[in-house]
């Protein structure tokens, strides 16, 4: 006898239970919101705080906290980072701790000093602030210009010889001022950071503030770029802290600038390559304008490897 399930038709189906309802269509996941970076400042010789956002680069943040205080973004002359002091440790270069407050130093007195140069070297170091003002970083003991009282750390160079310089980087000033002759008499016309009442009186070094010191404690920063955006990225670890410093001190003993920013590139730069031939080849191409001698970047490459070599 044929079994019940011999007897069906060819291809028939037990019947199925019907399909559910489609549910609604999931709506796609947000993507996931940067979080906001809002920074903390004040203008150095004395404000309420104000809050920025939204910056990029150097000039893009000068003009925020301009903004944000109602004056022209020309008025700043530069950046401190947890001091109000005119302290060059503490000034603001390519990157900026997320919790890190920043002051503002903005133009004071206008003054001008005439330098009559005895020596090749006049004892000054150049920095610039990003936005068209080169600075004094550094007065060198027993200098040239040591010996003149009303030249400071933090004044801002704004022409030679009556000649504007203002748009100038730092190594173009350091050039200028090289270049001029000896025994010869000069102008600076410089322009003073405004100073708050317990900072009057101090040629480099001012009091205690209360806001002053580290206030991050995290391992992020804020890293300004001249184009493109701005990224959080990593604190640097201690090779790239030490390779910067000493390369930051060749820039100072070769070209009488200081620029942790530029030495931080030229770091950046050594990791992608694997001899100095190539180290140079490729310096040229990312910083050709500052057109480096030969021997100094030898000297940078010996001064990283050296560094490497601490750090293990």
């Not at 291809?11 to 549910?23: F, Q």
């Amino acid at each position: 006898m044929e079994s019940a399930a011999a007897r069906e038709p060819q291809g028939a189906e037990a019947p199925r239970p019907s399909a559910p309802p489609p549910s609604p269509a999931e709506p796609p996941a947000a993507p996931r919101a940067r979080p906001r970076l809002v920074f903390r400042t004040q203008l150095a010789h004395g404000s309420p705080t104000g809050k920025i956002e939204g910056f990029t680069n150097v000039r893009e943040l000068y003009a925020k906290i301009a903004e944000a205080f109602g004056i022209a973004p020309t008025e700043i002359l530069f950046c401190t980072l947890n001091s109000h002091k005119v302290d060059m440790q503490k000034l603001l270069g390519g990157q900026i701790g997320l919790e890190d407050f920043i002051f503002a130093h903005v133009r004071g007195e206008t003054k001008e000093v005439e330098v009559t140069k005895t020596e090749d070297a006049l004892g000054l170091t150049i920095t610039d602030n990003g936005a068209g003002y080169a600075f004094i970083k550094r007065i060198k003991e027993g200098s040239i210009i040591n010996r003149i009282e009303a030249v400071c750390v933090g004044d801002s160079i704004e022409a030679i010889n009556d000649h504007s310089i203002v748009g100038c980087r730092h190594y173009e000033v350091a050039k200028m001022l090289r270049e001029l002759p000896k025994a010869q008499p000069f102008t600076l016309r410089l322009v003073q950071p405004k100073r708050a009442f317990d900072m009057i009186g101090q040629r480099s070094r001012g009091s205690k503030c209360p806001v002053e010191g580290k206030v991050t404690s995290g391992r992020e920063t804020l890293r300004l770029r001249s184009g493109g955006a701005a990224t959080v990225e990593e604190v640097p670890g201690e090779f790239e802290e030490e390779a910067t410093r000493r390369v930051d001190d060749l820039l100072e003993s070769y070209m009488g600038i200081r620029d942790p920013e530029l030495a931080s590139t030229m770091v950046e730069t050594s990791k992608k390559t694997a001899s100095v031939q190539e180290f140079a080849r490729l310096l040229d191409s990312v910083l050709g304008e500052f057109a480096f001698p030969d021997e100094f970047v030898v000297e940078v490459w010996a001064a990283i490897g050296e560094a490497r070599d601490a750090c293990g």
